[in-house]
């Protein structure tokens, strides 16, 4: 299988704070990773590192085979990013938003996000400003998907929706998400968002990264054992710290 | 669509709601307080200029000085990074669109003063933008342009235009501080360059602080530092220049500072000096010592008066009227000695004056010749320079107050001596002339500033464009014959002032292919001999080096049309006077010879048959005095 990413003894601080600490972490095409943490871990760091959007004090990343720092264009034009929370310009509608991001994305298919649009059934030519939490994380991850990236990279997209919302978003992430020759990665702090996505879970703890299992778990019947034995039988949410 | 034409698109999303608000609010605002002015007002040709001025000036403060501070303070600036090409397409959109903004603003204020101008008088303005020159357009643009970068280096947008006028204060000022030196002198060439390194350092720190910054993932701190940097690079050449003259008028060894060429051309009174410049308080005393020299044209002999060294210096006193001073009540020079002392604390100072004839000294009344005067005592009247005055005058339904400088009105005519006020003009505002030239009896052309050349007629008050003649011409004398000396784009001509003939004059004796007229020897105001010739201190213009001018005495031969060009110096390195110049223009011609001074020390005397020069004068004996 071909690596879609690869990183290496990544570092990260902020002034005297360690936010990571010799990262290593690969993934390859048709996996969908999850990486769990905390709030405050350094998951966002992390995958901002990625995508070549924060420079690492020390380590190297390769994405597609390319240096996001170096080929940042290149690499992000093959990149479905979803940030934790809509940075889009308030004034912004789907429609807008659209029609700004496809000259960006050579692959982009407007039939496609339009059709995501009907899936997921948000609204069209409603601004950002006036759109729900969930309505926006809709319009993001459509907008994401719509050129068929080859990375999908979503940083807490499930996060504080409601119940309903996070289960059709979730459906529709797994139904549209697996791409043929791609992969996805994804940050939550939300074992139930794991248990239905992963293949691979890998866990950052005070800057360190570890893969927890590589039990395949895209079936959402279970989370790993290791996760299990760790935090017990408490609720996902416990992981919120 | 392609990726500016979002951006661009997005930007015009983002600003039209206020736009729409201001071109509503300007109108009305506009509109309103054109209903305050008079109708002179409104109808000036700077109503224009001053509403488009206002208008651009609110757009740019509302708008165009929070294109980036907003970004960043929405946050949306991260989305604009993480797009593919979002960070160049911005910024080149940010740039189209605020250019586009600035020119629209500028053209819809000047459509406002246009329709103000309409709705008082019932017709549109006859001209636009009158007396604005490519300079001042050019020089607003890098302005606005660093109004653009320093958006991208504040984090709020109300920082955006005090920081501006800072920041350029604080680039500029070394080259202001050079300039501000009196007599300094900077080629328009010169200018442009400046002005194009300062455009190419405002775009060159927008790019790096934005663009690359942004790529980089930098902070906030290190993008503008960085782009802070280059553009300093950028404007280093500016400063290296301003520094290198600041270092070449430091060492500037003594030169004559001013010559008084005594009637009939037997004696020249003659200052010499070291520049006069800045520095520490002992530097600008050691750097002074003007010293007074007598100086026998004929034989070459000189004397200096007092001592070598101590503060004492030539002037001449004139009648206010300087345009009067060649004839028979011109000012006889006197020799001002004063101590140093006398000068920090002004309270004595002693006048000797001495007969420009024959170099002997006046007898003079104890009073006038040792004159005490406390500080802040108004000078004698002899003294009295004449200069501006304050001067009220009706305007429509209010009153505004002009300075009014008398000398800049004035027309004399030699064949009559009458003299006539052009601010009596009918239809014609108080602007200073700045240049007029008598061009044949009762016939003179005046061009006030920012505006057209016009005919004059003393008799009659009454003044009329001249057609003939295009706003950037450069007129010299006229010939006896009626037609006129001029320069258009560095070319020198002879006009027909009846027929509107131009006939090129072609230059001789140099490989330089334009000139600029500085001045010609002779009577002021007296026509040129149309069979003769004349002399002329000119620039000129090199081809291939758009940086240098070279400036020299040249004969202008109305016969063969031709003007030769006898010698010439490097110009626009050194302050002004530190070149040729023409000695005392009003009395250098006589007797088939001229006098020119060719710095830092040589007088030469020119014959206008021959061609041939001679030094008369030449610093160098003096520097052997001083150093014996």
């Known amino acids: 299988m071909n690596t879609i990413l690869s990183a290496s003894g990544l570092h990260k601080s902020y002034g005297k704070l360690d936010v990571l600490h010799d990262v290593s972490l690969d993934l390859a095409e048709n996996e969908t990773a999850v990486l769990l943490g905390t709030n405050g871990a350094g998951k966002s760091t992390l995958l901002r590192l990625l995508l070549g959007l924060e420079t690492p004090g020390r380590g190297d990343v390769q994405v597609f085979g390319l240096d996001p720092l170096k080929k940042g264009q290149t690499v992000r034009e093959s990149i479905g990013y979803v940030p934790d929370h809509p940075d889009i310009y308030e004034w912004m509608t789907a429609l807008d938003l659209f029609k700004f991001l496809k000259p960006a994305y050579p692959t982009w298919c407007d039939e496609r996000a339009l059709r995501f649009a009907e899936a997921l059934r948000f609204p069209l030519k409603t601004s950002f400003k006036a759109l729900s939490r969930g309505e926006a994380a809709k319009v993001m991850l459509a907008a994401a998907l719509a050129p068929s990236p080859k990375l999908v990279v979503l940083d807490e997209a499930f996060a504080r929706l409601s119940p309903p919302v996070r289960e059709q978003v979730l459906e529709f992430f797994v139904r549209e998400a697996p791409l043929e020759g791609g992969a996805a990665l994804v940050a939550t702090h939300d074992l139930d968002v794991a248990a239905r996505l992963a293949d691979r879970v890998f866990m950052l703890e005070e800057g360190c990264l570890t893969e927890v299992d590589d039990v395949h778990l895209a079936d959402g019947s279970s989370v790993p054992a290791r996760l299990r034995k760790e935090y017990g039988d408490e609720e996902p949410e416990a992981l919120a710290g | ?628």
């Open chain 2, 1 to 628: 669509m392609k990726p500016l034409q979002v951006h661009l698109w997005r930007e015009w999303r983002e600003h039209r709601r206020s736009l729409y608000f201001l071109a509503a609010s300007l109108t009305l605002v506009v509109l309103a307080l054109s209903r305050q002015f008079s109708v002179n007002v409104v109808s000036d040709p700077a109503f224009l200029g001053w509403t488009s001025l206002l208008v651009l000036a609110t757009v740019v403060v509302s708008i165009g000085s929070d294109l980036f501070a907003s970004e960043k303070q929405r946050g949306t600036d991260a989305f604009l990074t993480r797009v593919p090409g979002g960070l160049a397409g911005a910024f080149a959109a940010k740039l189209l669109f605020f250019w586009l903004l600035t020119a629209s603003a500028g053209a819809f204020g000047l459509a406002l003063g246009g329709a103000a101008h309409l709705s008082r008088t019932g017709n549109l303005p006859d001209s636009v933008l009158d007396g604005v020159s490519p300079s001042m357009i050019l020089l607003g643009a890098v302005a606005l342009l660093w109004v653009f970068t320093i958006s991208i280096w504040v984090k709020s947008g109300t920082l955006t235009v005090p920081a501006t006028a800072l920041f350029l204060s604080a680039v500029a000022s070394p080259v202001v501080w050079i300039l501000l030196i009196p007599g300094h002198v900077i080629s328009s060439g010169t200018v442009s360059f400046f002005l194009e390194l300062a455009a190419c350092g405002a775009l060159a720190g927008a790019w790096v602080s934005f663009v690359r910054g942004g790529r980089k993932n930098h902070t906030y701190r290190r993008a503008t530092l960085q782009g802070l940097a280059v553009a300093c690079l950028c404007l280093s050449p500016t400063w290296a220049w301003a520094g290198r003259r600041y270092i070449v008028m430091q060492v500037t060894e003594m030169k004559v500072s001013w010559i008084h060429l005594g009637e009939g051309q037997r004696y020249a009174f003659l200052t010499i000096a070291k520049a006069p410049i800045f520095g520490s308080r002992k530097t600008k005393r050691a750097l002074q010592e003007p010293t007074a020299v007598l100086l026998d044209m004929e034989s070459g002999e000189w004397s200096v008066k007092g001592e070598f060294g101590q503060s004492m210096w030539i002037d001449s006193y004139r009648p206010p009227n300087g345009d009067r001073t060649y004839s028979e009540d011109r000012g006889r020079p006197f020799i001002e000695l004063s101590s140093l002392d006398s000068q920090a604390s002004g309270d004595s100072r002693e006048r000797v004056l001495y007969d420009g004839v024959t170099g002997q000294p006046l007898e003079l009344d104890a009073e006038t010749r040792f004159e005490q005067f406390a500080k802040g005592r108004p000078w004698p009247p002899i003294f009295d320079q004449g200069g501006e005055k304050g001067m009220t005058t009706h305007a429509g339904a209010g009153y505004r107050r002009n300075w009014w400088n008398p000398s800049r009105h004035m027309f004399w005519d030699p064949a009559t001596d009458r003299s006539s006020d052009m601010s009596e003009a009918r239809d014609q505002d108080l602007r200073p002339l700045n240049s007029r030239v008598l061009v044949g009896p009762g016939r003179w052309l005046a061009k006030p500033k920012a505006g057209h050349w016009m005919w004059f007629d003393p008799e009659t008050n009454e003044t009329e464009v001249a057609d003939c003649l295009e706003q950037r011409d450069l007129l010299g004398p006229s010939f006896d014959d009626g037609s006129l000396f001029l320069v258009r784009a560095h070319t020198p001509y002879r006009l027909d002032t009846v027929s509107g003939e131009l006939q090129q004059i072609a230059i001789h004796g140099t490989l330089h292919e334009g000139m600029v007229m500085q001045s010609f020897g002779g009577m002021n105001n007296a026509p040129l001999p149309s069979n003769g010739r004349s002399a002329m201190h000119c620039r000129t213009v090199p081809s291939g080096e758009p940086l240098r001018q070279y400036e020299g005495i040249a004969v202008l031969d109305a016969l063969e049309n031709t003007i030769h060009v006898l010698d010439l110096v490097g110009y626009g390195v050194r302050v002004q006077g530190d070149g040729f110049a023409l000695v005392q223009e009003e009395l250098s011609l006589h007797q088939g010879r001229v006098y020119f001074l060719e710095n830092p020390g040589r007088l030469l005397r020119l014959d206008m048959e021959t061609l041939e020069t001679r030094v008369v004068f030449d610093l160098d004996d003096m520097e052997l005095l001083e150093a014996e």
